[in-house]
């Protein structure tokens, strides 16, 4: 059975900073390309970041700069750095793989307070 399972999540100021762990299992980690996406209140689940095999990575607009998306093959985990967090950064994170996604998990909530 696929799984992925994220953590990390947590109540912040503005400014403040989190670190986002997904770990995965069921399913090859490290030849898959992966990603972190974010669902607002009332809004539709979007794309944060992306990370391919060889590292490459994607982000949105709006967490470019802030945000930093890393994997780790061999414990079969993905990370996401969090820098400068702002009250719109509020949403519940996801991560899935980037193609051929399984069913979202719980997701952790993030909350940046002002």
């Known amino acids: 059975q696929v799984q992925l399972v994220e953590s990390g999540g947590g109540l912040v100021q503005t400014g403040g900073s989190l670190r986002l762990s997904c770990a995965a299992s069921?399913?090859?980690?490290?030849?898959?390309?992966m990603g972190w996406y974010r669902q607002a209140p009332g809004k539709q689940r979007d794309v944060v970041a992306t990370?391919?095999?060889?590292?490459?990575?994607f982000y949105a607009d709006s967490v470019k700069g802030r945000f930093t998306i890393s994997r780790d093959n061999a414990k079969n985990t993905l990370y996401l750095q969090m820098t400068s967090l702002k009250p719109e950064d509020t949403a519940v994170y996801y991560c899935?793989?980037?193609?051929?996604?399984?069913?979202w998990g719980q997701g952790t909530q993030v909350t940046v307070s002002s």
């Open positions: 990370i391919s095999v060889r590292g490459t990575t």
């Open positions: 899935n793989f980037a193609h051929d996604q399984i069913s």
């Open positions: 069921g399913r090859t980690f490290g030849i898959h390309v």
